[in-house]
């Protein structure tokens, strides 16, 4: 039997779903701190200054992509508004009616 889904149904699966993404993204991080101590620790275990770039190159790289996935998790309604994605969901069940 199809589940009939009411708003509170649908307000669930949200929160399901941003937890979900909040979730990746701590995983993410929790990761890059992990490794990038490892590969610090390497490298100034190797005779490499902590001064030297060349120990930070895979930490800059990595902490702009991290930056990325934190902006698309705690800021996903900065350019398309907070109620967007519901209003174009909308728009497109109008449209194929």
Do not use: C
């Not at 992990?34 to 902590?50: D, R, T």
Request: aromatic content about 12%; glycine content about 8%; cysteine-free.
């Amino acid at each position: 039997m199809m589940e009939n889904f009411n708003g509170n149904n649908i307000k669930y699966l949200e929160a399901q779903k941003r937890v979900k993404r909040l979730k990746g993204f701590y995983i993410h991080a929790v990761v890059y701190v992990l490794v990038n101590l490892f590969i610090i620790a390497q490298n100034v275990e190797s005779g490499a200054s902590l001064s030297n770039m060349e120990n930070y190159w895979t930490a800059i790289f990595w902490g702009v992509g991290l930056l990325g996935h934190a902006t698309s998790v705690f800021l996903p309604n900065m350019l398309m508004g907070k109620d967007w994605e519901e209003r174009k969901i909308r728009e497109l069940m109008d449209k194929n009616k």
